[in-house]
């Protein structure tokens, strides 16, 4: 009964590659989130939908495409990997229909991808 | 946009109460102060929230001064699995509603 899951935990891949990561919440929440953590810890959002819309995105290249098939879903593909898009993801999810900052946020366990 | 600064680090020896401040000099008027706690290898995890004086829950304490430009996070009595890195959030409405987490404080309790 994980509240908000993703897949994989880890991801291994070469340069150049294209690869997915799925989220999926049970919470019944309306926006969803994807965060960056690099080495250093820091924490950086890159994504938000509510119901299926995007609602924020960050400065990120165009390689990341998320897609929500479903407001219980929002995954994250990333196209041509480079060696910098190594660190953890996050999704989240919080209730709020326009994120504001009274949301509660429930964070994934992380999906750890390294690009060799 | 506003940012939030706090310590980098900080020990403390179990039982020991800890208080971690983190300044945010340009929190608008709507925002709320929200603290999330990280352990290795785990998502972040909501521990409290407010928004002008002091809440406390369960986990901790919350005091905000009147100004709002800063907020301490008070742990009492912490034990060896409260060692964990620590965030304040302040959110932030630009137009794009961005989010930004501190740097985060590194808490490590010794026995």
């Known amino acids: 009964d994980t509240a908000v899951s993703q897949t994989p935990k880890y991801l291994v891949t070469q340069m150049g590659n294209d690869k997915s990561i799925k989220c999926e919440q049970n919470?019944?929440?309306?926006?969803m989130y994807w965060y960056k953590q690099d080495s250093k810890k820091f924490l950086k959002i890159m994504f938000s939908?509510?119901?299926?819309?995007?609602?924020i995105n960050e400065t990120v290249p165009n390689r990341f495409s998320p897609k929500s098939p479903d407001k219980a879903h929002l995954n994250l593909h990333i196209n041509s990997l480079e060696l910098g898009d190594s660190a953890v993801y996050f999704c989240?999810?919080?209730?709020?229909?326009?994120?504001?900052?009274?949301?509660?946020?429930?964070f994934g366990p992380g999906t750890r991808l390294t690009v060799l | 946009l506003a940012k939030t600064t706090q310590p980098i680090s900080m020990d403390s020896y179990e039982g020991q109460e800890v208080n971690i401040t983190c300044s945010h000099n340009?929190?608008?008027?709507?925002?709320?102060i929200t603290w999330y706690q990280q352990f290795p290898s785990q998502g972040p995890r909501f521990i409290i929230q407010?928004?002008?004086t002091k809440v406390t829950n369960e986990v901790a304490s919350l005091f905000i001064p009147a100004d709002r430009k800063s907020s301490t996070l008070s742990l009492p009595r912490v034990s060896l699995s409260d060692t964990a890195v620590y965030y304040c959030?302040?959110?932030?409405?630009?137009?794009?509603?961005?989010?930004?987490f501190g740097t985060g404080t590194r808490l490590t309790v010794i026995p």
């Open positions: 989240a999810s919080s209730p709020g229909y326009l994120h504001s900052s009274t949301d509660t946020q429930y």
């Open positions: 919470l019944g929440h309306d926006t």
């Open positions: 939908y509510n119901n299926k819309e995007l609602i």
């Open positions: 340009n929190i608008a008027t709507n925002d709320y």
């Open positions: 407010g928004y002008k």
């Open positions: 959030l302040v959110g932030v409405k630009t137009g794009a509603n961005n989010l930004f």
